[in-house]
T-cell receptor, first 119, second 109 residues
Framework: EAGVAQSPRYKIIEKRQSVAFWCNPI?????LYWYQQILGQGPKLLIQ????????DSQLPKDRFSAERLKGVDSTLKIQPAKLEDSAVYLC?????????????????FGPGTRLTVL | QKEVEQDPGPLSVPEGAIVSLNCTYS??????FMWYRQYSRKGPELLMY??SSGNKEDGRFTAQVDKSSKYISLFIRDSQPSDSATYLC?????????WGAGTKLIIKP
C-alpha cells in the first residue's frame, strides 16, 4: 500500500514570497490533516478535511495560509506571503475516518513532510 | 503551561540498555495516549496507544499511563541503534491530537 505522498521535499524562499505544498493521501482515506512542525516542537494541526469539507481550521493563520481539497483526494497548502517564522516542516497525514474516542484505531498516517526555509 | 510536556533531551544510552521516556499532561479529561516515533527527515509513525491507566506491551516496547499523577511512560527493552529517533507522546482530546515536543533518543553501539 502506497503511503502519503508530499512534494516538494524541500523549499527555500525569501520572506514575502509565496509557496505551495502538495499532498496525496492514502487511497480511500476520507480525512486529511495538515500540520506544522517547528524544530524542537511537536506537530501543530493547521487544518483538517473530511472528504472535501473543512472540519477544523481554528489554528490556521487565515491571513496568509490557505488550503483546499477540491475533489476530496489530494490537497494543497499555500502560504502567501511567507514570514521568517513560517520556517518549519509541513506534514500531511491521512486517516480512514476522523480519529476520535470511538474510532481510536483510525490511525493517522504521515507523509515525509516538506521542509520550508524562509530567508 | 502546555497541555502535554516532554523533555526534549537528547537522551543518550548504550545499546542494550532499558530506555525510559516520559511525558506529563495537565488535562485530567485526557483518556487516550499515543506514542509516535519520528526518524530524521520522516513523518511520525504510531508505535502504540493506550486507554486510561495501565500498561500495554508490544514486543520490546511497553507503554504505561498513571492517571493519578498524569504521567505517561514508554519503556524500550534491549535498545538497538535502530531505535535512535525522536519519540513523541500525544493525547487524543475530542478529535484532535495534543502533542508533546518530542524526546530525541540516541542509542550508542
Amino acid at each position: 500500500e502506497a503511503g502519503v505522498a508530499q512534494s516538494p521535499r524541500y523549499k527555500i524562499i525569501e520572506k514575502r514570497q509565496s509557496v505551495a505544498f502538495w499532498c496525496n493521501p492514502i487511497s480511500g482515506h476520507a480525512t486529511l490533516y495538515w500540520y506544522q512542525q517547528i524544530l524542537g516542537q511537536g506537530p501543530k494541526l493547521l487544518i483538517q478535511f473530511q472528504n472535501n469539507g473543512v472540519v477544523d481550521d481554528s489554528q490556521l493563520p487565515k491571513d496568509r495560509f490557505s488550503a483546499e481539497r477540491l475533489k476530496g483526494v489530494d490537497s494543497t497548502l499555500k502560504i502567501q506571503p511567507a514570514k521568517l517564522e513560517d520556517s518549519a516542516v509541513y506534514l500531511c497525514a491521512s486517516s480512514l475516518r476522523t480519529q476520535g474516542a470511538r474510532r481510536l484505531n483510525n490511525e493517522q498516517f504521515f507523509g515525509p513532510g516538506t521542509r520550508l526555509t524562509v530567508l | 503551561q502546555k497541555e502535554v510536556e516532554q523533555d526534549p533531551g537528547p537522551l543518550s544510552v548504550p545499546e542494550g540498555a532499558i530506555v525510559s521516556l516520559n511525558c506529563t499532561y495537565s488535562n485530567s479529561a485526557f483518556q487516550y495516549f499515543m506514542w509516535y516515533r519520528q526518524y530524521s527527515r520522516k513523518g511520525p509513525e504510531l508505535l502504540m496507544y493506550t486507554y486510561s491507566s495501565g500498561n500495554k506491551e508490544d514486543g520490546r516496547f511497553t507503554a504505561q499511563v498513571d492517571k493519578s499523577s498524569k504521567y505517561i511512560s514508554l519503556f524500550i527493552r534491549d535498545s538497538q541503534p535502530s531505535d535512535s529517533a525522536t519519540y513523541l507522546c500525544a493525547s487524543l482530546a475530542d478529535y484532535q491530537l495534543i502533542w508533546g515536543a518530542g524526546t530525541k533518543l540516541i542509542i550508542k553501539p
